[in-house]
């Protein structure tokens, strides 16, 4: 059935799709990126991306007529809200982040309402993506300056100054590719999304020569097509600028993301909590904790109550 197997397919061939595609070779596996326009030479006027994304189901379009892939996307998509984003939802994201500190807590809460506001704002950003599983295989925990907990994959760094907008993000991601020899499948929709027990395990491919079936290994994403790279560099300020990472970011338990830059900053020791009335410190884990002998952990009194055992 399958004409070839790769580990990751990418439908879009803008930024979120070659991030994908760069991160995928550069993590050791094999990608085929399918790009809707015959001539990656193009520049896509911007227009038509940001009309996909404050449509609808935002930039998650489906021009076939496969009744299992449109009902998956509108499942993906039902509650979010594209049409809410901020008027600078064009603007490259930026964000500061720390690598996670040892001492950290490990397992973040799980709070469905952020999630969903996150999946809101992939979908309503030209550099959103959507994976067909949780996000990234490959990817490093940090924690943002907002105190958000992300998952990152670093797919390069680049200086980033003032005068700078997407369609550098643009030229210097189609650049990244075409060193990696990236394959990119000219001409090629999405006609439908392949399941095997309800999970995806690939794609038909509506290409020049007919109909492409590819087994993806690792998944799908998806993300923005209208805009293409430029042939020629528009990067040619000298200028310095802020080194910043270009990279993928997601949120656990999430199936989007999106490209950022981000700019990493020094780790931050964590300190251990402290006993209040004693000013001890306290063991960094319940297990320490259950180990120390029964008249360690006394506290004196808290709260104006005695403690136990007293």
Known sequence: MWDTEVDLVCIGAGIGGLANAIATVDGGADVIVADPTPDLGRVASSVATH???????GW??????????DDFFSAVAEG????????????????????????????????GATIRAWDAQCLGSPYGMLYSTVFGWQRTRMRSSDGESIEVMPIGEMDWHDGLDEHDLLD??????????????AASTLQRLVFEDGLIVGVVLDTPDGPYAVRAHRGV???????????GGRLTDPSPGDRKQVCLVGRAASRFGRVELVTIAAP???????CTASGRQ????????????????????????TTFGQ
């Open 268 to 274: 931050t020791a964590v300190a251990e909590p402290v």
């Open 60 to 69: 998650l379009q489906h021009d076939g007529v496969d009744v299992d892939t």
């Open 172 to 185: 210097w991601m189609g650049g990244q590719a075409r060193e990696r020899d990236v394959e990119v499948l």
């Open 221 to 231: 994403t998806l993300s923005p097509r209208d805009h293409q790279p430029a042939a």
């Open 80 to 111: 979010l809200d594209p049409l809410a984003r901020r008027a600078d939802a064009s603007r490259v994201p930026t964000r500061v982040a720390r690598a996670w500190s040892a001492g950290e807590r490990s397992v973040e809460p799980f709070v």
């Open 51 to 57: 009309g996909r994304v404050g449509a609808a189901r």
């Open 282 to 305: 306290l063991r960094g884990n319940l297990r320490e904790s259950r180990q120390v002998p029964s008249d360690a952990w006394r506290c004196g009194k808290v709260h104006g109550h």
